[in-house]
């Protein structure tokens, strides 16, 4: 669980081009980050 909640924490600060790498935009990148680090 904790490891979800840093890699939520770190999306949360992704930029424009690195959530493209990722195939993931910003609004994907949003709701993900806003999960609580219970919930998969």
């Known amino acids: 669980m904790l490891a979800r909640s840093r890699e939520r924490r770190s999306l949360a600060e992704f930029d424009a081009r690195m959530l493209r790498d990722i195939g993931a935009t910003p ?3 949003g709701v ?4 609580p680090f219970w919930r998969a």
């Open 32 to 35: 993900e980050a806003r999960k």
């Open 27 to 29: 609004y994907e990148a």
